[in-house]
């Protein structure tokens, strides 16, 4: 393959890690930074940092999402669930079970792969803009192969993270602990305030997870949410132009947070600032367009962040792959704090 883009979007990254690159900043995770990441592993306890597929519950953080439905697998005449075998065969005394699961890959804990999100950018520099995702791969749509089929899909995809490992030092910054569980719009200024009080530091190959408080807000309400949910806890201020340069300038490789988009939710509507032309979601422009960074949401982090804290630490080891699904552009992920 060959360069696909004459121009690239101003404050992106396109070209450096190879005209072809699909990656993003994952290629900066080496075997020497993986190691780097098990020295924080002290104690060998391990924490699961994702909801069970079934919650938040119901459709009120994104009423274009739904939960898990259970459909049935066939064994002959007979569904293939607490089936026992003499019915097939009755020299045969075992039990066995299948399933199949209809998923919405972004409704629970899930990772935003590239192919997320995209922008509408004059690339090959013909006067055209056309829709584009990271690196500058044309987003093609293709009605004879349906989505699975989309060019930008199948580059980006959950399948092409996966083969990075997803595995990497991850630090944790506490926003909860200063600002509590109300709406929030974090600044660089007020992160920065958060990471110089907890003596957090964030290095080149570092994941960051973002700890809000929605998750333990999610677990307690135990998939009976009500319309207040949309509007609790901190998020990052898409449009402050210093916190977006701090995640450029950081040398972070993906951002996972408990809230619903790490950043102000599209599904809340037009935020006011947003000027007549631009992205709904600029922080996941940043992001997943231009610098390819990974965006997580959705996960469960108030249990390590507690632990954290009573321990002093803001450091450990996380191992994060998502589903190896070729064609999705988000997928569930089970994440694993090591501590």
């Not at 066939?74 to 089936?83: K, P, S, T």
């Given at each position: 393959?060959t360069k696909?883009?004459?121009?690239r979007?101003?404050?992106?990254?396109?070209?450096?890690?190879?005209?072809d690159?699909?990656?993003?900043?994952?290629?900066?995770?080496?075997?020497?930074?993986?190691?780097?990441?098990?020295?924080?592993v002290?104690?060998?306890?391990?924490?699961?940092?994702?909801?069970?597929?079934?919650?938040?519950?119901?459709?009120?953080?994104?009423?274009?999402?739904?939960?898990?439905?259970?459909?049935p697998v066939?064994?002959?005449?007979?569904?293939?669930?607490?089936?026992?075998?003499n019915?097939?065969?009755?020299?045969?005394?075992?039990?066995?079970?299948?399933?199949?699961?209809?998923?919405?890959?972004?409704?629970s804990?899930?990772?935003?792969t590239f192919?997320?999100?995209g922008?509408?950018?004059?690339?090959?520099?013909?006067?055209?803009?056309?829709?584009?995702?990271?690196n500058?791969?044309?987003?093609?749509?293709?009605?004879?192969?349906?989505?699975?089929?989309?060019?930008?899909?199948?580059?980006?995809?959950?399948?092409?993270?996966?083969?990075?490992?997803?595995?990497?030092?991850?630090?944790?910054?506490?926003?909860?602990?200063?600002?509590?569980?109300?709406?929030?719009l974090?600044?660089?200024?007020?992160?920065?305030?958060?990471?110089?009080?907890?003596?957090?530091?964030?290095?080149?190959?570092?994941?960051?997870?973002?700890?809000?408080g929605?998750?333990?807000?999610i677990?307690?309400?135990d998939?009976?949410?009500?319309?207040?949910i949309r509007?609790?806890?901190?998020?990052?201020?898409?449009?402050?132009?210093r916190?977006?340069?701090?995640i450029?300038d950081?040398?972070?490789?993906?951002?996972?947070?408990?809230?619903?988009?790490?950043?102000r939710?599209?599904?809340?509507?037009?935020?006011?600032?947003?000027?007549?032309?631009?992205?709904a979601?600029?922080?996941?422009?940043?992001?997943?367009?231009k610098?390819?960074?990974?965006?997580?949401?959705?996960?469960y982090?108030?249990?390590l962040?507690?632990?954290?804290?009573?321990?002093?630490?803001?450091?450990f080891?996380?191992?994060?792959?998502?589903?190896r699904?070729?064609?999705?552009?988000g997928?569930?992920?089970?994440?694993?704090?090591?501590?």
């Open positions: 393959m696909r883009w004459k121009h979007p101003e404050g992106s990254n396109w070209g450096e890690f190879g005209d690159d699909q990656r993003g900043r994952m290629n900066m995770v080496t075997a020497e930074l993986r190691l780097r990441a098990l020295q924080e002290k104690t060998g306890e391990l924490f699961v940092l994702s909801h069970p597929l079934t919650l938040p519950g119901g459709n009120v953080l994104n009423p274009n999402r739904y939960p898990p439905q259970f459909h066939m064994r002959g005449e007979h569904v293939y669930f607490n089936l026992a075998s019915l097939v065969d009755p020299r045969f005394t075992d039990v066995g079970s299948d399933e199949a699961i209809m998923l919405y890959s972004q409704y804990t899930h990772w935003d192919a997320h999100k922008a509408v950018f004059d690339a090959d520099g013909d006067g055209v803009a056309e829709k584009v995702s990271y500058g791969f044309r987003i093609v749509d293709d009605e004879d192969r349906g989505l699975h089929g989309q060019l930008g899909a199948r580059a980006l995809g959950a399948a092409v993270m996966a083969e990075t490992g997803m595995q990497a030092r991850a630090v944790m910054i506490d926003l909860r602990h200063h600002y509590g569980d109300e709406r929030t974090v600044t660089y200024e007020m992160l920065e305030h958060v990471m110089r009080e907890d003596n957090v530091s964030v290095e080149r190959g570092d994941i960051v997870c973002l700890h809000t929605l998750g333990a807000l677990r307690e309400a998939g009976k949410l009500d319309q207040s509007t609790a806890c901190s998020v990052l201020d898409g449009y402050d132009p916190l977006l340069e701090w450029a950081s040398g972070l490789v993906a951002i996972a947070a408990d809230n619903l988009a790490v950043e939710s599209s599904t809340l509507g037009v935020d006011p600032r947003m000027g007549h032309h631009g992205p979601l600029p922080l996941h422009e940043h992001c997943l367009v610098l390819g960074i990974h965006l997580g949401e959705l996960w982090l108030s249990e962040a507690g632990w954290l804290r009573q321990k002093n630490r803001n450091r080891l996380l191992t994060a792959p998502p589903l699904m070729p064609g999705a552009a997928s569930p992920v089970t994440p694993i704090a090591t501590v």
